[in-house]
């Protein structure tokens, strides 16, 4: 068992969380679930590794009775834990009813979960004596019920060590996670849709600024791009419609329990286009007093 380290900076964390979150940490082998893990202990969270599913509620007990009810709780859960992963929700939810239960689901794409299992050089657990592929593939199967479950799903492909620890204290490092949490990620669609959208808006339908030689070598964050693509009529017109999209959504996953939200918007390449209207969504969001952020997947990668 991990517990927190008891500095000045780890007390302040640990009295601006929320009181009495529980946060099951669990997704595919590789995708990040110790990282995420370090990075709730520096939150100020009590946090167990590696925990067998059957031992999370007596772990929590162990926490409400040494620490009281108050104190945060990260358990990191995975495959091994095999059949103990039925009910388990449901029954946190009954043992528990004054802790806030958030699940949280890393996941990546299967090269990128070979590349890193090969660089551990530590076989897949449900590998066996089959290819590692398999074992990825079969871990997927494993798993699918419970990502659909996920209160937030992270796909960690595109970050590195250190944006994937931002990701984890952005969503559960201050006292807003009672509130809904929204992402505007900005992507190329040459580079993939993102897997962890909820939302998907394409600005392939404003002119794209990569053809103005001016205006090609900035992107969506520089001023002279974000005014020509959203002070275009049509892009005006979509920004009206939208943004009460996103608040009816929002509104009803806070009436469903979930407190993360990923608006996808995207362009060719995610430079300009989708860069420069995902800053503006989640400005308008801010405005609406709800508590958005715009994170760029691809801005960077041409």
Known sequence: MTEPQ??????????????????????????????????????GF?????LPPELVGDVVRLVDDKRGIDHPVAVVVDVR?????????AQLAEDFPTRRTTLLFLEASDDILVRRQEAARRPHPLQGSGRLLE?????????????????????TTPLNLHQLKHRVARSFGTPETVGLRITTLSFGFKYGVPVDADLLADMRFIPNPFWVPELRPLTGQDEAVARYVKDRGDAQEFLERY???????????????????????????????????????????RDLGLEADAVHRDLGRE
């Not at 929002?250 to 993360?260: D, I, N, S, V, W």
């Open 46 to 50: 009590f946090v167990v590794d590696n």
């Open 81 to 89: 834990g095999g059949v103990f992963f039925d009910g388990l929700r």
């Open 135 to 155: 074992g990825i593939a079969t871990e997927r199967r494993v798993m699918a019920d419970l990502r659909s479950e996920a209160d937030l799903v992270i796909d």
């Open 6 to 43: 008891h500095d000045p900076v780890h007390e302040r964390a640990q009295q601006d969380h929320p009181q009495g979150e529980l946060v099951v940490v669990t997704g595919m082998t590789g995708a990040g679930r110790s990282t995420a893990a370090k990075e709730l202990e520096d939150l």
């Open 243 to 285: 943004v009460p999209v996103i608040q009816t959504v929002g509104a009803g996953y806070l009436r469903e329990g979930k407190r993360f939200m990923t608006v996808a918007i995207g362009c060719t390449g995610g430079k300009h286009r989708s860069v420069a209207m995902s800053e503006e969504i989640a400005s308008r969001l």
